[in-house]
């Protein structure tokens, strides 16, 4: 491994760039500037050829790292950090792994506000500049919108994707991309992992659901190509995930191997479209599933570690040339069958170029460095994806302008016009499934005492919520007089019969749920509601297919996440400040006979 670069440098480097930064000046990357064409490839390929291989391993990898500082993070996040990565913090990892990238997590206490996140990102590249071969480094996140969202406000936070479907326009979507990919290029995330490009055909699907577009091929392959240019028009790398297609499993990868039996021809039909239009719209990268797809690998390996469906297929069959990722090698899914020194290596094999977030870095690292030195793995193969890597940051202006400046931040991020534009977006994407006898829209003269009752998810990004206090709040802005009762995912007899009590003196009462199942508790609190004689609006804050499960509501709309602008927007449908727009991009099932839709794809009433 390569001599560590003192921290006492990496202190001084960052301070001079904090200075620099300041002045607004140009920073001082021009020994790496590139531009385009064959010359900008040959000082690719020059800076490749001075790397060691350690060097070289060390930018397949993109790790987690604990800290709201490159260099000066909490003692507990320096303690989490020596715990699971052996480093003090992002600094001392790049100097001793020479990581290519570094993942961005509100868990990780990466995102605290813009200012702070912008700081981070020039403290990682000043380390990244700071190294024997100087190298940007390809800083990244989740952030699709709606239920995951790492960079919270006052950035500006959009519907997810299977309200974007609902919204059905590319124009939005493409809108999205553009204003979200703008906002994390001005605090230094450069690829976003987003947008899902899974069709979610199956409603008991545990870990997509409402992050993919919608259930129809077509339809999500418009979305998927929209979004991906508009991120990639902000300079930021767009990420379609989760190659073949993770859209039809009960299994959560996370926790255990998600197998899908479609057929060979109903992958072409149902999965792969998607993955094919981003490959047109010029995706910049394209993660992994760790799913086995028998139709695809016969071996049961996952599509991570599968060569027929990584090279054979996507590089191959699709054509796809670019950066491809890993989905965390942290999960389950992927650990299952091999060591955690053998599967980046068997990854790398299979046609991998960045290995996410291995969960001991050691050992990844120890594994792929045995893997050169035996010959499994060939030097030339690690130029290969680094190559790509490294042209993927060229494309996208880091080594021009890897640093970012505080003016930037206030310029760009959470303007009035872009939060303007999130809210109209919301208002198209809200879905009023049931009004059978006219309850919506709510009028202040006939339902103005509101009670509001249901569960309170945590926020996606830690600073959205609690949903209903947000619901509340947005009904008391348009007059209505509110009262509020967080009833909880799992609400007991004693909570239900509170809200029953609750609703006393009351005109309305709006509830929300959450994953709501046949016969569970929040099924029937719903129907204790409707009991009271109390007219009941059901807002279906996740899955729009918890209405099949409920009874006793007069009117039910579907806001496909509980983030606050899906919230604000859904209170404008209901009070009638807007009409709903919204159209199932997914058909929902009956509860007593699954085969059967009890509102198909494309349904959506209005005023």
């Known amino acids: ?199 979610n055909i199956n409603p008991a699907n545990p870990v997509i659901g409402v992050r993919s577009f919608g259930a129809d091929p077509a339809a999500v392959a418009r979305m998927v190509a929209a979004e991906v240019r508009g991120y990639q028009e902000s300079s930021v790398a767009a990420t379609a995930k989760h190659f073949p297609g993770h859209g039809d499993t009960s299994v959560d990868s996370h926790t255990g191997i998600p197998v899908i039996t479609h057929s060979r021809e109903e992958w072409e039909r149902l999965d792969a479209p998607p993955f094919k239009a981003a490959i047109a719209a010029g995706i910049d990268a394209i993660m992994t599933a760790h799913i086995q797809f028998p139709a695809l690998d016969p071996s049961n390996d996952p599509a991570t570690l599968s060569h027929p469906i990584l090279t054979g297929i996507l590089r191959e069959q699709l054509g796809y040339d670019g950066v491809v990722i890993t989905d965390s090698l942290g999960m389950k899914g992927v650990r299952d069958k091999y060591g955690d020194d053998r599967v980046p290596v068997l990854a790398l094999k299979a046609g991998v170029d960045q290995l996410l977030d291995p969960p001991k870095l050691d050992v990844a690292f120890a594994g792929v460095r045995a893997a050169v030195a035996s010959g499994e793995l060939s030097e030339a193969r690690l130029d290969e994806s680094l190559l790509r890597i490294l042209r993927l940051k060229e494309r996208r202006g880091l080594f021009a302008r890897p640093y970012v400046s505080g003016r930037g931040v206030d310029r760009v991020v959470g303007t009035r016009a872009h939060l303007g534009a999130a809210d109209e977006i919301a208002e198209r994407t809200t879905t009023l499934l049931a009004n059978p006898h006219g309850l919506l829209p709510l009028s202040r003269r006939r339902h103005g005492r509101v009670l509001v009752v249901g569960p309170d998810p945590d926020s996606p990004s830690g600073t959205t919520g609690p949903p209903t206090t947000v619901l509340a709040d947005a009904l008391t802005e348009l007059g209505f007089r509110t009262a509020v009762l967080s009833t909880g995912t799992l609400p007991s007899p004693a909570q239900i019969d509170a809200a029953v009590a609750a609703t006393a003196g009351r005109d309305v009462v709006i509830v929300g749920t959450y994953n709501a199942g046949a016969g569970g508790a929040q099924s029937r609190l719903v129907a204790a509601l409707g009991a009271t004689g109390v007219p009941v609006v059901h807002l279906a804050l996740r899955n729009p297919y918890d209405i099949a499960y409920l009874s006793g509501f007069g009117a039910s709309l579907a806001t496909y996440s509980w983030t606050d602008v899906e919230l604000r927007a859904a209170v404008r449908v209901l009070a009638g400040r807007v009409r709903p727009r919204g159209r199932l991009p997914v058909a929902v099932p009956r509860a007593d006979d699954p085969a059967q839709d009890l509102y198909p794809i494309g349904h959506g009433l209005s005023y």
């Open 1 to 199: 491994m390569q001599h560590r670069t003192s921290r006492r440098s990496l202190l001084t480097t960052t301070a001079a760039v904090t200075a620099i930064t300041a002045l607004g000046s140009r920073l001082p990357a021009a020994a790496l500037d590139v531009t385009d064409g064959d010359a900008a490839d040959r000082r690719l390929r020059a800076i490749v050829a001075r790397m060691s291989i350690e060097e070289k391993i060390g930018q397949l990898f993109v790790m987690r790292i604990y800290g709201h500082s490159a260099t000066a993070p909490d003692q507990a996040d320096i303690d989490a950090n020596l715990r699971e990565i052996g480093v003090r913090d992002a600094a001392e990892l790049i100097a001793t792994y020479h990581v290519g990238g570094i993942i961005y997590f509100t868990w990780a206490h990466n995102t605290r506000d813009p200012h702070q996140i912008a700081a981070l990102s020039n403290g990682i590249q000043a380390a990244g500049l700071a190294q024997r071969v100087p190298l940007p480094l390809l800083i990244a996140t989740d952030q699709e919108h709606g239920i995951v969202c790492r960079v919270g406000k006052p950035a500006t936070l959009f519907p997810g994707a299977m309200a974007m479907g609902a919204g059905g326009s590319t124009e939005d979507a493409r809108t999205l991309g553009r204003i979200s990919g703008a906002e994390l290029a001005a605090i230094g995330i450069r690829q976003d992992y987003s947008p899902d490009a899974d069709v």
